[in-house]
């Protein structure tokens, strides 16, 4: 594997895993926003945040040689080539792929089993729990962001076969 390879991989591990982040934090965010702000500002920066997200990924995945010529990634080696190993760009992926799905569950499923057991002690309690709030967005959301990095763990040869073809 060359070097250029190395960082076009690289490239476009980040840009994944940054529009990954962005869909399953930033958007449910600005959603949690809506009572603070009125609904015509919210679907501005709902939009501009959609349109800035989508910019950089098209970006990222689109322009990697002019980036990797820009920032010069691939000088200063001694050697042309990277040796991984038995890996190829799809092994790669893969392994991207899967450390983001885990990440994604890793980081997500303490919180949401902290919630479902306030919850259940909530519901059991005979006595009012005087500042518990149950907040079933947040749940909801965490718990979508469980059953996404399942399914990107699960799909990983899939998603990593889109990523070498592009």
Same mark, same amino acid.
Request: proline share 2%; net charge neutral.
């Given at each position: 594997?060359? #070097?250029?390879?190395? *960082?076009?991989?690289?490239?476009?591990? *980040?840009?994944?895993?940054s529009v990954i982040i962005s869909i399953f934090t930033l958007f449910?965010? @600005? /959603?949690?926003?809506?009572? !603070? @702000?009125?609904?015509?500002?919210? %679907? /501005?920066?709902?939009?501009? $945040?959609? /349109?800035?997200?989508?910019a950089f990924s098209v970006f990222m995945v689109k322009f990697t040689d002019k980036i990797i010529d820009f920032l010069k990634l691939d000088k200063g080696f001694d050697e042309? %080539?990277?040796? /991984?190993?038995n890996l190829n760009n799809?092994?790669?992926? #893969?392994? %991207?792929?899967? @450390?983001?799905?885990?990440? !994604?569950?890793?980081?997500? *499923?303490?919180?949401?089993? !902290?919630?479902?057991?306030?919850?259940f002690k909530f519901k059991s309690s005979y006595q009012?729990?005087?500042g518990h709030e149950v907040d079933y967005f947040w749940f909801g959301v965490r718990f979508l962001n469980l059953i996404f990095g399942y399914?990107?763990?699960?799909? $990983?040869? %899939?998603?990593a076969?889109?990523?070498d073809k592009n």
């Open positions: 594997m060359t #070097k250029r390879d190395f *960082f076009r991989i690289l490239i476009k591990v *980040f840009t994944l895993y449910p965010q @600005l /959603l949690s926003f809506n009572q !603070m @702000l009125d609904n015509i500002s919210l %679907s /501005l920066v709902f939009v501009g $945040c959609v /349109l800035v997200l989508v042309e %080539s990277i040796v /991984l190993g799809q092994a790669i992926f #893969k392994i %991207s792929i899967i @450390l983001i799905g885990g990440f !994604m569950i890793v980081d997500n *499923f303490p919180q949401f089993l !902290m919630d479902i057991l306030n919850e009012y729990m005087e399914l990107i763990i699960s799909n $990983c040869k %899939s998603i076969k889109f990523l």
